[in-house]
């Protein structure tokens, strides 16, 4: 396994979450209250967190926020991005404020200068799963970073908010936060912070608490978001809420990633395409033939199959539990197990890809026209 590398651009090698929350400075998620019982949370999915105290007192006492969230407009929309997507969908219900950016400037700066295909997997990958999944158009307010918005003050202030921060940043913090730093990757960095904070600004929602949930790949974006928001006193910036989720195992055990389809199951996938995949890649936990696996068990913590159940394909813990249960002690076989999924995923993909056709006649709803 190679060394852990872990930045916005890039995630390889054993993800030690130990070591980075100590390394990151991450605080631990708090006890929560009933209004949180979502299987992310219950699971300890999202496990880390700075400032979440803030968000859970406006839940708690009805009072307005903010969620931010990016995507990443390259390759197929996956089961791990489905993760930010339910998310979403949590605090929408909740009462928040969606914001959610296409970092196109970002993935034009440091992965793909073709600015037509960007726009259209952000809309046909991303924009079309997330209403399929359940986004409302109500209280979301979907952007572009190249374009911000039709109205002027707005987009101006965005803009503008992203240029003046430069004022309070450094090479040296930059260095220490991403290491190799380019050009591009500086702009684009500046222009996430802009993101995260610019809805506290009078044009948008004025100040109110914003949790920005994230892959722990992320976290040097917020940490210099949260800094600069501190230095830039004219601004009166309240503080950024952050909480960080583990990444969901790839069909072969590593990170899910784009660029190799045979690490993750696209919700634009056939159901008889996602069996093949979970029968020929899903890496086991299993034991090299029956007779000891009956005898010794399997390890489920490893399994990618349970891992996908756990990750949200069984919302039923106790049923989760049993799963569990039944594989360590052998009882349960790998091929059971991973029939458990394929039934599961092929299910889940019938409908969802149903829900999508219908949702490419709500996208007018999220884009607003020039």
């Known amino acids: 396994m190679p060394d852990m590398v872990v930045n916005p ?24 209250p009933k209004e949180f019982d979502h299987v992310l949370f219950r699971r300890n999915l999202i496990f880390a967190q700075r400032d979440f105290e803030k968000i859970v007192e406006a839940v708690k006492n009805k009072k307005q926020f903010v969620m931010m969230t990016g995507l990443m407009p390259s390759g197929k929309f996956h089961f791990g991005h489905k993760m930010v997507a339910e998310q979403m969908l949590f605090y929408q219900k909740l009462g928040a404020k969606l914001y959610v950016t296409v970092a196109d400037v970002e993935a034009y700066n440091t992965r793909n200068d073709d600015r037509d295909e960007l726009k259209r997997v952000a ?57 190799n730093i380019t050009p591009g990757k500086m702009a684009a960095a500046l222009l996430q912070a802009s993101d995260m904070l610019h809805p ?56 899910m990633s784009s660029s190799d389809p045979t690490s993750y199951i696209a919700l634009t996938d056939s159901p008889e395409d996602a069996e093949k995949k979970i029968k020929k890649y899903a890496f086991s936990g299993g034991q090299a033939t029956v007779e000891e696996h009956r ?47 394929i039934d599961k995923v092929k299910v889940f993909l019938k409908n969802h890809q149903n829900e999508r056709e219908k949702a490419k006649s709500k996208l007018d709803k999220f884009l607003w026209k020039e």
């Open 9 to 32: 651009w890039e995630v390889k090698g054993d993800i030690d979450y130990a070591r980075l929350l100590k390394d990151f400075g991450l605080k631990p998620m708090p006890l929560l």
């Open 123 to 179: 809309i046909e990958e991303y924009l079309l799963n997330y209403i399929a999944l359940g986004l409302k158009p109500e209280n979301c307010d979907f952007y572009f970073q190249s374009h911000r918005s039709k109205e002027g003050k707005k987009s101006n202030a965005y803009y503008s908010l992203a240029s003046m921060l430069a004022r309070n940043a450094t090479m040296n913090e930059f260095k220490a936060i991403y290491g």
């Open 200 to 255: 506290q600004l009078p044009e948008f929602e004025g100040p109110v608490p914003v949790v920005v949930p994230v892959g722990i790949d992320q976290d040097p974006h917020l940490r210099l978001a949260r800094d600069l928001a501190y230095r830039a006193k004219s601004f009166k910036f309240g503080t950024v809420s952050s909480t960080y989720h583990l990444f969901q195992p790839g069909l072969k055990g590593c990170k």
């Open 295 to 341: 005898k010794k068990g399997g390890n489920p913590d490893v399994d990618v199959a349970f891992q996908m159940l756990k990750y949200g394909l069984e919302p039923d813990d106790k049923k989760l539990q049993k799963i569990y249960d039944d594989y360590k002690s052998g009882k349960m076989l790998t091929s059971e197990l991973k029939q458990i999924v």
